[in-house]
C-alpha cells in the first residue's frame, strides 16, 4: 500500500477586523526562493513595495510600499496577480516581515507603511 505523508503550512491570521479593502496587483516572483517541492510563494501578510516585491529596509528608502498582499502567491511560473490590502486593521506581529525579525515590524518598513497607506491601521 502506498502512502505520502504531507505537512501543510498556512500564514497566521494578521486581520484585526472584518473590514477591509483590497485591490489586485501583480506579485513579482523575482527574489523568491523556491521550497523543496521546487515551488514560489509569496505568503499573505507580507508587505508589498511598488515594484511587486516584497519590501525589505534597504528597498522602501528607494520606492513606495503600496499595501499587504491579502493571501499567499504561487508565483512559481513568473508574476501573478494577487490581492492587495489597501485598508484595514492588522495585528504587526503577525505579518511576514515582523515574524522574519522576531515579532516587531522593522521601523522602516512601519515608517513606509503607515505613510504611504495611512488607511492600514497597525495594532
Not at 502512502?3 to 484585526?16: D, H, N
Not at 505568503?43 to 528608502?61: E, H, N
Not at 512559481?76 to 503577525?94: D, F, N, S
Amino acid at each position: 500500500m502506498y502512502f505520502k505523508q504531507t505537512e501543510y503550512e498556512s500564514s497566521p491570521e494578521f486581520l484585526a477586523s472584518q473590514h477591509y479593502i483590497n485591490f489586485t496587483t501583480t506579485i513579482s516572483d523575482v527574489g523568491v526562493r523556491a521550497d523543496e517541492n521546487g515551488r514560489k510563494y509569496v505568503l499573505a501578510g507580507t508587505v508589498i513595495g511598488a515594484d511587486g516585491k516584497a519590501a525589505t529596509t534597504s528597498t522602501v528608502s528607494s520606492q513606495a510600499v503600496i499595501g499587504i498582499l491579502f493571501s499567499t502567491v504561487d508565483v512559481t511560473h513568473g508574476p501573478q496577480p494577487g490581492a492587495l490590502m489597501a485598508e484595514g486593521y492588522v495585528i504587526e506581529a503577525r505579518l511576514k516581515q515582523a515574524i522574519d525579525n522576531s515579532g516587531t515590524l522593522q521601523e522602516e518598513i512601519k515608517t513606509s507603511l503607515t505613510t504611504k497607506c495611512p488607511k492600514i491601521t497597525l495594532r
